[in-house]
């Protein structure tokens, strides 16, 4: 494929699994990488990654550039099977390993020892609610500078509309964080409202000083959640894609 050509969107195979995961470090904490808090992208991957790549595959698009996986997407129609699996099997073991791995010296940045003791004392607190029964979808979306462009983003997520629709699934959320006085998400946001009027169904927000503790950046942050059913959502997508390119 000609390094110029359309990215091809493809479903995942087990052989896409450390492309994956290796995007998925690449690219955390927009493009900083999954060392700006936290040391161990293994963990990181494994947070991150693991439940779709391991539990719900079927789920999962690869984006290939010229013979190499430069992105992809997790969707997800059953948020309350990702938190079970996440509690039950996904995070005791991450934090067993990252734990054994912090007391035989294996962490040399003290970043590290602060982002578990931040993840596990604070973190859960500063997340803000959102009712998965009633917005049960949702998706994560990654890509390389070598995948950018070709509206890659609208289409994966248009097509995950389309698969959540023919299941009868017709409300999704997500979650972002952002600098309290706004960053990307709320400029897209309020822009695409006072065109077609706010069809958010719901927004819920909390404080985070994750970068304050991790970073000594003071810029307040905030994680922002919504809801919104999936044909509202559909207008704010292809909004995306015909004024913004994405």
């Known amino acids: 494929m000609a390094a110029d050509a359309a990215p091809l969107i493809r479903p995942y195979t087990p052989a896409d699994r450390e492309a994956v995961r290796r995007i998925c470090c690449d690219t955390a904490y927009r493009n900083e990488g999954a060392e700006l808090y936290f040391e161990d992208r293994e963990i990181h991957a494994d947070y991150w990654s693991s439940y779709y790549t ?13 013979g190499e996986v430069v992105g992809y997407f997790f969707g997800c129609p059953d948020s309350r099977a990702h938190r079970r699996a996440m509690a039950r099997r996904i995070v005791p073991r991450a934090i067993a390993r990252a734990l054994w791995r912090l007391a035989t010296g294996r962490y040399k940045d003290p ?12 973190a859960p607190g500063e997340e803000p609610r959102i009712d998965i029964d009633r917005f049960p979808a949702h998706y994560h979306f990654n890509v390389t500078d070598a995948g950018r462009g070709h ?58 000083r994750i970068n304050e503790v991790l970073l000594g950046d003071p810029t307040p942050m905030v994680n922002r959640a919504w809801g919104m059913d999936t044909r509202g959502y559909r207008s704010f997508i292809e909004f995306l894609r015909d004024r913004m390119r994405m």
């Open 54 to 66: 391991d539990v719900t595959p079927e789920e999962v698009r690869v984006i290939e550039q010229g």
């Open 151 to 208: 509206r890659l983003y609208s289409t994966l997520v248009l097509a995950f509309l389309d698969r959540l629709e023919a299941r009868g699934i017709t409300r999704l959320h997500g979650h972002i964080t952002e600098p309290v006085a706004g960053g990307i998400w709320s400029r897209l946001e309020r822009r695409f409202s006072r065109e077609f009027g706010d069809q958010f169904e719901v927004r819920s927000e909390k404080v985070t």
């Open 111 to 122: 970043k590290s020892r602060r982002y578990l003791r931040f993840m596990l004392t604070k």
